[in-house]
């Protein structure tokens, strides 16, 4: 029998809050590009006092969104202006990925892609919208889960050498980021990550450029390839 668990990590958290406040952002602002964000939302550390207190504070800039609370695990989010300590919105999307991949690759990502480098066999795991990670057994050398759509992100291990994504990956990809998922990466036990995320809204005609197999110079969707550690 294949395993499959459900664990939290400081990237799961720190991605779930993060999605949270771009799907804001997203939902509200007429140009999202162009907000500015609390740039505390990428320290862990920042998050899980904010947890332990039951509040977090989110500034924005412009007031595009009105001051609401929403909760995020039982933990009050609040929005509300701010003109201090902000980055701008590209910032977070360009951040984030490495940011989340980098927070759990000795905690998750390496005992896995250390599997997958011994028999071949890759795992996917699937960042929720509420802060968890689900982890799948795949079969050798491949990992797919069809028809998982609105998630954050999806992430699977690659055999060492094989730090890149495929044609079917970036399909995934693309359908993950119509549903506004944020990215999609393949990590090896080298610790290289290659990663597929996205800069504001999906634009259609990036997509269509995508499907047809032109992946440079896509203004909404960025490729990069890094080493985690």
Same mark, same amino acid.
């Given at each position: 029998?294949?395993?499959?668990?459900?664990?939290?990590?400081?990237g799961?958290?720190?991605?779930?809050?993060? /999605? @949270?406040?771009?799907?804001?952002?997203e /939902?509200?602002?007429?140009d999202?590009?162009?907000? !500015?964000?609390?740039s505390?939302v990428?320290d862990e550390?920042?998050l899980?006092? &904010? !947890?332990?207190r039951?509040?977090?504070?989110?500034?924005?800039?412009?007031?595009?969104?009105?001051?609401?609370?929403l909760?995020?695990?039982?933990v009050?989010?609040?929005?509300?202006?701010?003109?201090?300590?902000?980055?701008?919105?590209?910032?977070?999307?360009? #951040?984030?990925?490495?940011?989340?991949?980098?927070?759990?690759?000795?905690?998750?990502?390496s005992?896995?892609?250390?599997r997958?480098?011994?028999?071949g066999?890759?795992?996917?795991i699937?960042y929720?919208?509420?802060?968890?990670a689900?982890?799948f057994?795949g079969?050798k050398f491949?990992?797919s889960?069809?028809?998982v759509? =609105?998630?954050p992100?999806?992430?699977?291990t690659?055999?060492?050498g094989?730090?890149?994504l495929s044609?079917k990956?970036?399909? =995934?990809?693309?359908e993950?980021? !119509?549903d #506004? &998922?944020?990215m999609?990466?393949?990590?090896?036990?080298?610790?290289?990550a290659?990663?597929?995320? #996205?800069? &504001?809204l999906?634009d259609?005609?990036?997509?269509?450029?995508?499907?047809?197999?032109? @992946? &440079?110079?896509l203004?909404?969707?960025k490729?990069v #390839?890094v080493?985690l550690?």
């Amino acid at each position: 029998m294949k395993e499959q668990w459900l664990t939290t990590t400081d990237g799961s958290l720190l991605l779930g809050l993060a /999605s @949270l406040i771009i799907d804001v952002v997203e /939902s509200n602002c007429e140009d999202p590009l162009t907000a !500015m964000v609390t740039s505390e939302v990428l320290d862990e550390n920042h998050l899980k006092e &904010g !947890m332990k207190r039951g509040l977090l504070e989110v500034h924005l800039k412009p007031a595009c969104v009105e001051p609401k609370e929403l909760v995020y695990r039982g933990v009050q989010v609040f929005f509300t202006e701010g003109r201090e300590g902000l980055i701008a919105i590209r910032e977070l999307y360009e #951040r984030l990925p490495i940011k989340v991949l980098s927070l759990d690759y000795f905690s998750l990502y390496s005992r896995l892609a250390k599997r997958t480098a011994e028999s071949g066999v890759e795992y996917m795991i699937v960042y929720t919208e509420d802060g968890e990670a689900l982890v799948f057994e795949g079969e050798k050398f491949r990992a797919s889960l069809p028809g998982v759509r =609105s998630v954050p992100a999806l992430v699977h291990t690659h055999p060492a050498g094989h730090c890149g994504l495929s044609r079917k990956d970036v399909e =995934s990809g693309l359908e993950l980021m !119509m549903d #506004r &998922g944020l990215m999609v990466a393949a990590v090896t036990e080298d610790a290289c990550a290659a990663i597929m995320y #996205r800069v &504001g809204l999906l634009d259609e005609e990036d997509l269509l450029k995508a499907k047809e197999g032109t @992946l &440079g110079g896509l203004n909404s969707v960025k490729f990069v #390839r890094v080493n985690l550690v």
